[in-house]
């Protein structure tokens, strides 16, 4: 079956750090693929997307290029900020039954 | 962007208790989520729905049941909360927009059974 495979945190970065987490997924067919955030005590939030091979999501800063021959989805920043600080969760959909698979999740905590 | 609310954000209940938990939307989105987050921080899906009337388990097997009589609402109902149903949980709608369906989550509901 499908499956997510995230980085594991937590990660502890300095402000205006570069930022990776890797992602790799386990698929078949061409599935669709997230990043969502969730900061402390609340929902997730959708980060970026992309649909098909070598689309860039984008969005705050953060990018996301889906790569169907290594099968991953990394997640990059240029320059982290405090505010960043979240847990970040990888996610797949695939096949007709619109259900997300989600990696577990990757704390980010970014110090002043 | 979808507008869902999730009451209450967070509860406190003794053992024993039947619980509903709410969830609505204002987009019109035909298909809703329930989830689960273990204090691990991972997500497990326990029910879905694709329209009134639908509604399925998910892939993680939960004592709670769902219903779907509107569109706009989807609760989840304990009925008698032990303290193995602590946890967060969290609704989420779908719609299909830019060449794929995207889930849209509530802020959740954290319930703590004593």
């Known amino acids: 079956g499908d499956s997510v495979t995230q980085m594991e945190g937590p990660v502890t970065l300095s402000e205006e750090a570069f930022l990776t987490i890797n992602c790799t997924y386990t698929?078949?067919?061409?599935?669709?693929l997230f990043w969502y955030v969730q900061y402390p005590g609340e929902g997730l939030q959708l980060l970026l997307k992309a649909t098909k091979a070598d689309d860039k999501g984008s969005n705050k800063g953060f990018e996301a290029t889906y790569r169907k021959e290594t099968t991953s989805f990394h997640l990059e920043k240029g320059s982290v900020q405090v505010s960043d600080s979240a847990v970040y969760f990888c996610a797949l959909s695939g096949g007709s039954n619109y259900k997300l698979t989600f990696g577990k999740g990757t704390l980010l905590t970014v110090n002043p | 962007e979808a507008d869902i609310y999730q009451t209450p954000r967070y509860l406190v209940i003794g053992t024993g208790k039947k619980i509903t938990l709410e969830c609505s939307q204002t987009?019109?989105?035909?298909?809703m989520y329930w989830y689960q987050q273990d204090p691990g921080m991972e997500l497990h899906l326990i029910h879905y729905?694709?329209?009134?009337?639908?509604?399925e388990k998910g892939d993680l097997s939960s004592e709670s049941t769902v219903s779907r009589i509107r569109t706009e609402h989807f609760p989840l109902t304990l009925e008698s909360a032990r303290p193995s149903h602590t946890s967060q949980y969290l609704c989420?709608?779908?719609?299909?927009?830019?060449?794929?369906?995207?889930?849209?989550f509530g802020p959740g509901t954290r319930l703590t059974v004593l």
């Open positions: 729905s694709y329209g009134v009337n639908s509604t």
């Open positions: 987009m019109g989105h035909d298909k």
């Open positions: 698929a078949t067919g061409y599935p669709s």
């Open positions: 989420a709608s779908s719609e299909y927009e830019g060449e794929t369906d995207t889930q849209y």
